[in-house]
C-alpha cells in the first residue's frame, strides 16, 4: 500500500495523460500545438476543484521538461516567489505553478509583474474564482490564456479509473480487485465530474470492501456510502455560489419547472436558506411583478415559513414557491420603467417641480404660488374611483413614458385601466 494519495499519484505527466478537456487541451488545440512546438504563454486557469488546474500544469511542465515550482497562495508569501525568481538566474527560465492565486493581494502579485513581462518566469495561475473579479488586471493582461476548466464527463471519468485500476507504477494495478464496469461507472457519476474525488473515492472504496484470497471484493453498498453528497460544493462566498443563484433566477424566468428545483436542491444541500430567499424575493418583484402581484405576498408568506422550520423542511414552502413562480405570468415592465427614471435623473435629465405639486400646508405657501391642486378624490369616475387631469411631471419632462406595460396576467387589466387613463389625458388636452 502506497504512502501517498491514489489521486497524488495519478497526476498526469504529459498532456496525453489528461482525462477529458479536450476543447482546451485536446490534440486539435492551438494551446496543445503551442506547448507541443516548445512555446509556453503565461495562464490562468479557472475551474471548480477536480477539474484539473493542478494536472494540467504538471503535464504541462513534464511536456516541456521546463524548471517547475508548485506554490500555493494560501501558504506561499513574498519569499517564495523571490526563491522562484532567484532560480531563473540559475535557469534562465522558470514555469511558476500558482494555485489559488486569487489569494495573493495586489503587492504580492504585482511583484511578479516584471518577471512574467520579460518572460523568465512562465505564470500558470490557477483559481476557484472568475479571474475577472479576483485576479489583478495587470497579471491578467500578461497572460495570453485564460482557460475555463469544467467538470469532467463520466465517460472521462470512467476511462481515468480503469487507468488507475491498471496502472502497476502509480496506480493500483499490483492489488487484486474485483469490481465491474457498472461499479465504476457509479462511481465516476458520483464523483460530479470531480477527478480527485473520483480517484479519491475509488481508493477508500477499495481499502474498506472485504478481502478474500488476496483480492478485495467490490460492493454496491460500499460504494454508495463513500458517494454520500458527492454532488455538494460551493463556497457560500464564491464564484460557483453565485453561479447557482443566478441560474436558479434564471430558470425560473425561463418557466423551466425541473432546472429551478434542481438548482433549488443545490442551494439548499449548500445550506445557504438566507440567500435562497432572498434570491427568491427579488424574483417576485423583479420577473412576475405585475403579472401577478399576488405572487410577492405568496413568496414572503414561504419565506417566512422557511424561516421558522429551518432545514430540511424549509424545502416544502420554497418548492412549493419555485413551482408557482415558474408557471406564473411573467413581467418586468415596473422595474424596468422605474430604472430609466432612475437612469433620467443620473444623467441630470430633471426639471422642476409643478408649484401645484410642491407641499401647500403652511402659512405663505400661496404668496410662493403653491397653488391649484386638484384632488382627484373630488372628481369621481367610474368604478376606479377619482381621477383628473393636470401635470404631474416637470414641465421639461411632460410627455415622457417610463411605463409600458405588458399584456400578461394581471397586467392585461392594469394595461386597459393605464391605456384608458392616457386617452383621457389626451381627450383633456384636445
Known amino acids: 500500500m502506497y504512502g501517498e494519495p491514489l489521486a497524488y499519484r495519478m497526476r498526469p505527466q504529459t498532456l496525453e495523460e489528461i482525462a477529458g478537456q479536450k476543447d482546451i487541451i485536446g490534440s486539435h488545440t492551438s494551446l496543445y500545438k503551442m506547448i507541443k512546438n516548445g512555446f509556453v504563454p503565461s495562464m490562468l486557469l479557472y475551474g471548480e476543484p477536480g477539474t484539473g488546474k493542478t494536472s494540467l500544469a504538471h503535464a504541462i511542465a513534464g511536456t516541456t521538461k521546463l524548471p517547475f515550482i508548485s506554490l500555493n497562495a494560501t501558504t506561499s508569501g513574498k519569499k517564495d516567489v523571490e526563491a522562484a525568481v532567484e532560480e531563473t538566474r540559475l535557469t534562465g527560465k522558470v514555469l511558476l505553478f500558482l494555485d489559488e492565486i486569487h489569494r495573493f493581494n ?10 512574467v513581462e520579460s518572460g523568465s518566469i512562465i505564470l500558470i495561475g490557477a483559481t476557484t474564482e472568475n479571474p475577472f473579479h479576483d485576479v489583478n ?3 491578467r493582461s500578461r497572460c495570453g490564456q485564460i482557460k475555463q476548466l469544467t467538470r469532467l464527463e463520466e465517460d472521462d471519468i470512467a476511462q481515468l479509473l480503469n487507468r488507475a485500476l491498471k496502472d502497476e507504477k502509480k496506480g493500483l494495478g499490483k492489488t487484486s480487485v474485483s469490481i465491474t464496469e457498472n461499479q465504476i461507472q457509479k462511481i465516476a457519476g458520483g464523483s460530479n465530474g470531480d477527478a480527485r ?10 481499502y474498506a470492501s472485504p478481502k478474500t484470497e488476496g483480492s478485495f471484493f467490490i460492493e454496491d453498498s460500499v460504494i454508495e456510502d463513500m458517494i454520500g453528497k458527492a454532488g455538494v460544493y460551493g463556497d457560500k462566498k464564491g464564484s460557483h455560489f453565485y453561479n447557482l443563484l443566478s441560474s436558479f433566477q434564471k430558470s425560473i424566468r425561463g418557466s423551466d419547472v425541473d432546472a429551478a428545483l434542481y438548482y433549488l436542491a443545490h442551494l439548499l444541500e449548500n445550506g445557504d436558506l438566507t440567500a435562497v430567499n432572498r434570491r427568491l424575493l427579488v424574483i417576485a418583484y423583479e420577473d412576475i411583478g405585475l403579472a401577478n402581484p399576488a405572487a410577492g405576498t405568496h413568496v ?41 427614471a432612475i437612469s433620467d435623473i443620473r444623467s441630470g435629465k430633471t426639471g422642476e417641480i409643478p408649484k401645484h405639486l410642491r407641499d401647500g400646508h403652511y402659512s405663505g405657501a400661496a404668496a410662493l404660488g403653491h397653488t391649484g391642486y386638484l384632488y382627484p378624490h373630488d372628481y369621481p369616475i367610474g368604478t376606479f374611483g377619482g381621477w383628473v387631469h393636470q401635470e404631474y411631471l416637470p414641465s421639461k419632462l411632460e410627455g415622457t413614458r417610463y411605463y409600458h406595460p405588458i399584456e400578461a ?11 384608458k387613463l392616457e386617452q383621457f389625458k389626451t381627450n383633456s388636452t384636445n
Open 137 to 139: 488586471p495587470a497579471i
Open 300 to 340: 414572503l408568506s414561504a419565506v417566512e415559513a422557511s424561516e421558522r422550520l429551518g432545514l430540511p423542511e424549509a424545502r416544502i414552502p420554497l418548492a412549493a414557491a419555485v413551482v408557482e413562480l415558474c408557471l406564473s405570468s411573467k413581467s418586468n415592465s415596473a422595474y424596468k420603467a422605474l430604472d430609466q
Open 197 to 206: 474525488k473520483a480517484l479519491t473515492m475509488l481508493e477508500s472504496i477499495v
Open 409 to 419: 396576467g394581471e397586467e392585461k387589466r392594469l394595461s386597459a385601466i393605464y391605456k
Open 106 to 115: 495586489k503587492a504580492q502579485q504585482d511583484y511578479l509583474l516584471p518577471h
